[in-house]
């Protein structure tokens, strides 16, 4: 939750006023929301086809990946975030947090506070009330005939309905739950269709639900006219959703409205350059998704989507595939929460050894989009199989960002982000903006961070999330200037951070960065950029990066402005790499690093520069930890200062 003076600043009056105005609206929706739920159902479920599955095209490895999971289901061990899987029973409690073993009660929704700071997380009831594990249970009643994951999704979903009545409840609590959670249920309704004769009172039972979820969102909908997220477009993707497999009066109407406005958020929320404007990988693949569902929706209902539409998710797609290793494997950059709007095989590959996930694993995702756009594509497609589309084949990866100046960089220009390669080398470099227009939110404190990866393995890394509210202290660590591969000055905050309990998702705007520059010189790929995060103090920090033709790095650490002040870089090392030693030589320090390869590191400044190496964490799935080593080198000087890293390798 933001502070109001966050949100409002730079917001016209008139801007101001229309807000008012619409919340007064939707005050009045809330109210007439409790009186519609007495009214008779209009509506009933009709499948839309949005499966046209090719059952016998799909991979022996695949379907006893989706057995094992939802055999787990039927045993009341669930996975999902980065826990499990775990013997939560059948049916699972709903409103718990089991990490910390507290709940909410079932009390009107309106009443819960859901950050309540007493180590519980209000992600985890949610995460597993999205019923994300439904469409599982479902493909696997199609791949195997065994009637016990169409009875187990059943039951399930019936003890969601009579144990969580709309209203009450923390699950009940915001319309992008809802909206995520009805999407589950439609595709699992699609997944047993037809059903039989006995069959028809649960069906029944379930539309009602249906029905109750697109009224809940339609009078909570997270829409804004100052800040409109991931959330708002969430909301309008369930009703769409809704719509399209409800039948009724009404319905064609809401269908126009809502592909309408969603055609309309794709143009708000991504940059022209393809990346989403929450500043996160983690969101612009959710973001992603939604717009990938809401396309394929439209493709199986007979509409056209807008020429914009298909432009931006082709751009979206284009910035993931420029991101991802050959795994399909993208940095978590910013806030990263595991969510989903559909679980494909990567992710339920994953979740069945959450101990390790890397929760943005989308091969399959990224398969899944090019066929939808038309694409060629060399990652995975057994996903493919389920919606009856045929993969376009490619015989090398899909290179295609949106600026470059010299050959082997990719730079996008919005959304801050490079990446150069050579040889078996890439690296990453952020200079990314300040989330949903300089408010923060998602955004961490990565201002010239570098993420380095040699023959596939992240050598430096990012620090990843953790969680959110669990615990205030953790969550601001993680996106603090110290977890990220950039410089800290005088202890200072790139953006500084709040340390209250209500500014969670707050972050100021001090570190406006420069646009990154891309050439080549000397043979060398060059990235350069800065930032002003450290004005305040009156220091300017400059970052040059070049990569070597041989894919070795050089980082330049400039630093101009007035006064003597301590400087303390830091670089995270993945879990693989491990730092053999680490030696002081007044001006210079010479770190050896032993993973998949012996790699060398040598700073060197004109001051007398101090160095350690010390245990940390980073996180790659939402809720769970992992340690590793990042190594620290500090110095006090004069400006100006230059700090230089080189980083080589044994070929």
């Not at 059943?154 to 809802?178: C, D, H, Y």
């Not at 220091?539 to 402005?561: A, K, Q, Y």
């Not at 053999?580 to 520069?609: D, M, N, Y």
Request: with cysteine; hydrophobic share 40%.
């Amino acid at each position: 939750m933001r502070p109001v003076r966050s949100v409002l600043t730079g917001v016209s009056p008139l801007m101001l006023a229309r807000e008012a105005l619409w919340r007064t609206t939707r005050r009045w929706k809330r109210l007439r929301f409790l009186a519609a739920l007495r009214r008779i159902c209009p509506v009933r479920y009709c499948p839309v086809g949005y499966y046209h599955p090719s059952v016998e095209q799909y991979p022996v490895a695949a379907r006893r990946t989706l057995l094992c999971y939802a055999e787990l289901v039927c045993e009341g061990k669930f996975s999902f975030l980065g826990y499990g899987p775990l013997p939560l029973g059948f049916p699972p409690p709903w409103n718990l947090d089991f990490v910390s073993g507290k709940g909410w009660p079932q009390q009107p929704s309106s009443s819960l506070a859901v950050v309540r700071h007493d180590g519980s997380d209000v992600k985890v009831p949610w995460e597993l009330s999205r019923l994300q594990f439904l469409p599982v249970l479902g493909k696997a009643w199609k791949l195997s005939g065994d009637r016990r994951y169409r009875q187990a999704a059943k039951e399930l979903l019936s003890n969601w309905i009579r144990e969580q009545p709309v209203g009450f409840g923390v699950n009940w609590t915001i319309a992008m739950e809802a909206a995520l959670r009805s999407i589950s249920i439609c595709l699992l309704l699609e997944l047993l269709w037809p059903f039989r004769t006995e069959e028809m009172d649960w069906l029944q039972e379930v539309t009602l639900s249906l029905w109750h979820h697109l009224l809940f969102i339609e009078s909570h909908i997270e829409f804004s006219h100052i800040v409109r997220s991931n959330h708002y477009l969430s909301n309008l993707l369930g009703l769409f959703c809704l719509s399209m497999f409800l039948d009724g009066e009404g319905m064609t109407a809401k269908r126009h409205q809502y592909g309408s406005q969603i055609e309309q958020e794709i143009l708000r929320q991504v940059y022209e350059d393809g990346g989403d404007c929450e500043a996160s990988t983690g969101y612009q693949v959710f973001v992603a998704q939604v717009f990938a569902v809401a396309l394929r929706l439209m493709q199986v209902a007979g509409i056209i989507p807008k020429p914009s539409l298909l432009a931006r998710l082709r751009r979206m797609y284009q910035m993931m595939e420029e991101l991802a290793d050959v795994e399909g494997r993208i940095p978590h950059i910013g806030d990263v929460d595991d969510g989903r709007v559909e679980l494909l095989l990567d992710d339920v590959e994953q979740l069945l050894c959450a101990s390790r996930r890397h929760s943005l694993t989308i091969s399959n995702l990224l398969g899944l989009v090019a066929a939808l756009l038309g694409e060629a594509s060399d990652r995975r497609s057994e996903d493919t199989a389920w919606y009856g589309l045929r993969p376009i084949r490619s015989l090398q990866r899909h290179r295609s960002g949106p600026n470059s100046n010299c050959p082997g960089a990719v730079v996008f220009p919005q959304s801050g982000i490079a990446i150069a390669r050579q040889r078996e080398t890439e690296v990453l470099f952020l200079a990314i903006p300040n989330g949903l227009k300089g408010k923060g939110s998602h955004t961490h404190n990565d201002k010239l961070s570098l993420i380095l990866r040699i023959d596939r393995e992240e050598l430096l890394c990012d620090s990843g999330t953790a969680f959110y509210t669990r615990e205030a202290a953790t969550r601001n660590r993680f996106r603090a200037t110290a977890a990220h591969n950039t410089v800290l000055v005088d202890g200072q905050e790139q953006n500084r951070i709040d340390s209250g309990k209500q500014t969670l998702f707050c972050l100021g705007n001090e570190a406006e960065v420069t646009s990154i520059e891309s050439r080549e010189e000397d043979g060398c790929l060059l990235l350069e950029a800065s930032h002003h995060g450290y004005r305040r103090i009156g220091v300017l920090h400059t970052r040059t990066l070049l990569l070597e033709p041989s894919g070795f790095v050089r980082i330049n650490d400039l630093f101009t402005g007035i006064g003597r002040h301590r400087f303390q870089a830091h670089y995270h090392l993945g879990p693989i790499w491990k730092c053999e030693s680490l030696e002081e030589k007044e001006r210079q320090i010479w770190c050896r690093v032993q993973g998949i390869r012996s790699v060398e590191f040598r700073l060197s400044a004109p001051v007398t520069l101090r160095a350690w190496e010390e245990p940390t964490e980073i996180s790659t799935a939402y809720g769970t930890t992992r340690l590793t080593r990042r190594i620290c080198v500090a110095a006090d000087a004069s400006l100006p200062f230059s700090l230089q890293t080189r980083i080589w390798w044994e070929n």
